[in-house]
């Protein structure tokens, strides 16, 4: 499908995202300043930018894992149904677990992630999510640490696409439609 022009304006600069990261850390050693060793668990795709920064500044031992959850195509809709795609290489039955997500939009990824791997028996199961869009949620769910909540917005960068592009960005941008040139 050919992509609508548009334009990113900055929302969120690089600066904030690691002075907001850092202060999630220092919550997160807190909570888990007693853990063995923590699982941090990275949804894929879109977490891998912010789980790197995360354990980075974390100073703990941790293992790091990760599984592919899926609610989305290539476009804007989000679709009710969410798809386990890639599961956990390691066994988390007793340990304590923080799943880092990067957005939380209608909430069936995180909800049904949290509620699939509690079937395991973790021990403390966790959340965290750089960005929360409450506007947009479906189901009762809030991430147990939030970065920023954003407005109704479509973004990208630090992790998120759009149509697979803007990734890397290093900031979070708003998406701009823009008409096509005459
Ligand atoms: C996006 C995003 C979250 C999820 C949030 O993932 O990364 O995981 O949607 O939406 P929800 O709260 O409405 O469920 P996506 O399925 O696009 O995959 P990606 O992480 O590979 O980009």
Redesign the pocket.
């Known amino acids: 499908m050919p992509q609508k022009p548009y334009v990113i304006d900055e929302m969120i600069s690089a600066k904030a995202i690691a002075a907001r990261v850092e202060g999630l850390a220092k919550d997160i050693r807190a909570e888990f300043a007693d853990t063995d060793k923590l699982v941090v668990v990275g949804?894929?795709?879109?977490?891998f930018v912010f789980i790197a920064d995360l354990v980075r500044e974390l100073d703990l031992p941790v293992e790091v894992d990760f599984l592919?959850?899926?609610?989305?195509g290539d476009g804007m809709e989000?679709s009710r149904e969410?798809r386990i795609l890639k599961d956990l290489r390691g066994k988390i039955e007793g340990r304590d677990v923080l799943v880092v997500?990067?957005?939380?939009?209608?909430?069936?990824?995180?909800s049904h992630v949290s509620d699939y791997l509690s079937t395991r028996h973790p021990g403390r199961l966790r959340t965290i999510a750089l960005l929360d869009k409450p506007a947009?949620r479906e189901v009762d769910f809030k991430a147990d640490w939030t970065g920023f909540e954003i407005p109704d917005e479509f973004v990208v960068g630090y992790g998120?696409?759009y149509a697979q592009r803007n990734r890397n960005l290093p900031f979070i941008g708003k998406v701009r439609f823009v008409d096509d040139p005459a």
């Open positions: 949804l894929l795709r879109g977490s592919e959850a899926s609610s989305y989000s969410v997500e990067d957005i939380v939009d209608t909430g069936h990824t995180l947009r998120i696409d």
